[in-house]
């Protein structure tokens, strides 16, 4: 059984779908007017991590992400500019230059980390008509007001507004704030729907609209339509970070249950903490203080390297960032990298493992050795079964208790470290757990090698048949002849690697 933990309850759920196996996902996507930072793609990481649990768990997941190209406003509520025209003027070029350009980024960064697309990308700009029409219905049904030239949601009208953010029972200091700056306001938490009247002159995107002159619409209006028209009028989870809890989900929830009439609309609210940084701060554009993956890869870490990084943290923890902590988690993907092609050299090379066999032949030993070959053989695959089954159990128990991809992680390292498992189990069970980590271990392979000299391949194998005889200190000695030479000999489960030393 899976359990998510819904932030509308405050407690973790058993997942019981509307329509089973079939279910709806939406997750709020990036507003295109920059680069993404890694904070930002916490979030991305965490939504395909649960993608990957429910196709994990056979359910057939429908899955819808917003490119919003419109209407968010530099704060997430009603005040402040545009941010597509605070990126056009930043880079002076036109609104769509500028969504067009940092979608593709926010794509290529998608890529880059291994992330499922979504089944269905929807942009702001290309559903204007459905927005239309879902406040039309919210005016019928008396939840707005025009003031200001703007069209608002009259929160007054729905008494549990809020319920998401807890807002009845907690002060929000923020949003009174924000009731001053606009005085059109019936409520304190009332927003608008559609911009009639643009704050900025040099606002571009503008469609005509049956309250006024021409104009756009609210940020969060864009949400409950595009998930109305993909998903249907209610569908089971909806995905976001925390800071979308008080505002953004609040607001998309209150007109979506106004004009539907429907409770829950969404059954499940799933949400992630913040990327903080060491001095407690969390990342920001707003706070300036941002990284993106083009610049992790100018200090040598690539995206997959902050995948694991966001593994080792449960999504509902706060993520504390620095180097020293992404150079670890940089340092344990590339020991598991390392692992992977040792399995993989093993799968091929498991002719190596008939050497004794050889040499009990000469001995004329040869049918008591296939006789007790196959006994062992007959033990070792049983017992190989059911350790396999445990670790399936284990593995899919924890990915089920609300995505805990710490334990995950910690279970596959348990797995690599099984001195009684063989390698070709291990690899399959590896590429099946990547699954839902998603580290793409399917495509490793090994580095090119150097060609190494005729005499240093003859020790190396000199020194591999000492250790078959159990005889260490010639082994030990070989072993310094090759390094003396300029080469390094490591033990793998396929036999041995030698590489030459590097200064």
Not at 298 to 326: I, N, V, W
Not at 416 to 438: A, C, I, N, P
């Amino acid at each position: 059984m899976l359990y998510l933990y819904n932030t509308l309850t405050r407690k973790k759920e058993p997942f019981k779908p509307f329509r089973p196996p079939a279910v709806g996902l939406y997750a709020c996507g990036p507003t295109v007017y920059n680069f993404a930072h890694i904070g930002n793609l916490r979030s991305y990481i965490f939504e395909d991590v649960l993608k990957r649990v429910l196709l994990w768990n056979k359910y057939n997941v429908k899955h819808v992400m917003n490119i919003t190209d419109v209407g968010h406003l530099t704060s997430d509520a009603d005040s402040g500019e545009d941010k597509m025209l605070l990126g056009a003027r930043r880079e002076k070029k036109t609104v769509w230059e500028i969504a067009n350009f940092y979608t593709k980024a926010f794509k290529e960064d998608m890529k880059k980390l291994n992330l499922l697309p979504p089944t269905t990308w929807c942009k702001a700009t290309e559903h204007i008509k459905e927005q239309i029409q879902l406040i039309q219905i919210l005016e019928k049904k008396g939840f707005t007001y025009v003031a200001g030239g703007n069209v608002y949601f009259n929160t007054a009208k729905l008494n549990d507004y809020g319920k998401l953010a807890l807002l009845d029972r907690q002060a929000d200091a923020q949003t009174q704030a924000r009731v001053e700056k606009d005085p059109h306001k019936k409520n304190r938490h009332d927003f608008v729907l559609w911009f009639t009247k643009s704050k900025f002159p040099e606002q571009a995107m503008k469609w005509p609209s049956p309250w006024g002159p021409a104009g756009y619409p609210g940020w969060h209006i864009e949400c409950s339509a595009m998930s109305l028209k993909y998903l249907g009028p209610q569908f089971d989870i909806h995905c976001g970070g925390i800071d979308h809890i008080p505002v953004h989900h609040s607001n998309e929830m209150a007109q979506s249950e106004a004009a539907l009439g429907k409770k829950p609309w969404v059954k499940y609210w799933l949400h992630n903490e913040f990327l903080v940084l060491a001095e407690g701060k969390r990342m920001g554009k707003s706070e300036g203080n941002i990284l993106t993956l083009a610049e992790l890869d100018k200090h040598g870490f690539a995206a997959l390297d902050y995948r694991y990084f966001c593994l080792g943290t449960h999504y509902r923890h706060p993520l504390m960032f620095s180097r020293e902590a992404l150079e670890g988690a940089k340092q344990a993907r590339k020991k598991l990298w390392e692992r992977v092609v040792e399995l993989k050299r093993a799968k091929k090379g498991e002719q190596a493992a008939k050497g004794p066999e050889k040499e009990l032949k000469k001995r004329g030993e040869k049918e008591n050795l296939e006789a007790n070959m196959e006994e062992d053989m007959e033990e070792s695959m049983e017992e190989g079964k059911t350790r396999v089954h445990k670790y399936l159990q284990q593995f899919t128990e924890q990915v089920n208790d609300d995505l805990n991809t710490p334990q995950a992680l910690a279970t596959t390292w348990n797995l690599l470290h099984d001195e009684k498992l063989g390698g070709q189990e291990k690899y399959q069970l590896l590429l099946q757990f990547d699954q839902v980590l998603g580290l793409d271990l399917k495509k490793v392979r090994a580095p090119k090698r150097e060609k190494v000299p005729a005499g240093i391949i003859k020790l190396a194998e000199e020194r591999l048949q000492a250790r078959k005889q159990n005889d260490w200190t010639k082994a030990d000695a070989l072993r310094q002849k090759i390094q003396e030479r300029g080469y390094q000999i490591d033990d793998t489960l396929a036999g041995y690697e030698v590489k030459k030393l590097t200064n």
